[in-house]
């Protein structure tokens, strides 16, 4: 009889566990499909990416982020750092997608994305570096012109200028002529009186 009543015991307590293993089951169960959800939906945002759907992926991307933020928020943040990296997205913005791969850096510790989200950083401080150097110098390049397109149109009214007071000079020489009598002139008219005397 003593056996029995332990085995019924062993029963109750198989029962039990059941009982309680069910719920974490079920729930796993439900929470494993969301999370394949948000994978499938990273997935499509990459592809999206890729065939030139920007605002797309970046729409899709921020919906996973914001629905799963604790198991695939890092990877929505790096694809829409990347989409807002991206040189022909309509959405392309440095400062943007700096900021994304940053919040991976600093939120998300444990991230395998880790490593990238650096790299990327890097490569983007440094194009926003080479950015500004370029518009300095396109900036300081302009005001050569600038002041090249000034120097030369002072050169050409001073040419203008001296064009006139060469022309002016010749006119006076010429009046000159013919008021004051000139040494050969002078040299005729002596002649001239002598020979006649």
Known sequence: MGTKRTRKRQYIFVYLACLLIIPFAVWGCLHVPKKLQGEE???KARRLMTDGYYQVALVKSQKVFDQYPQSLADQALFLMGQIYAH???PEHNYQKSLNHFQRILEFYPDSE??????LWSLVILELVE???EN???TQKIDLLEQNADRQKKEIDRLQDQLEKLKHI???IE??????????????EHVNGKDSGS
């Open 41 to 43: 939906d990273l997935i």
């Open 87 to 89: 040189p022909e997205s």
């Open 113 to 118: 994305l880790r490593a990238d989200a650096r």
């Open 130 to 132: 080479k950015q500004n």
């Open 135 to 137: 518009r300095q110098l």
């Open 169 to 171: 000079d010749l006119k």
């Open 174 to 187: 010429e009046e000159k002529r013919k008021v004051i009598p000139q040494p050969d002139d002078i040299k």
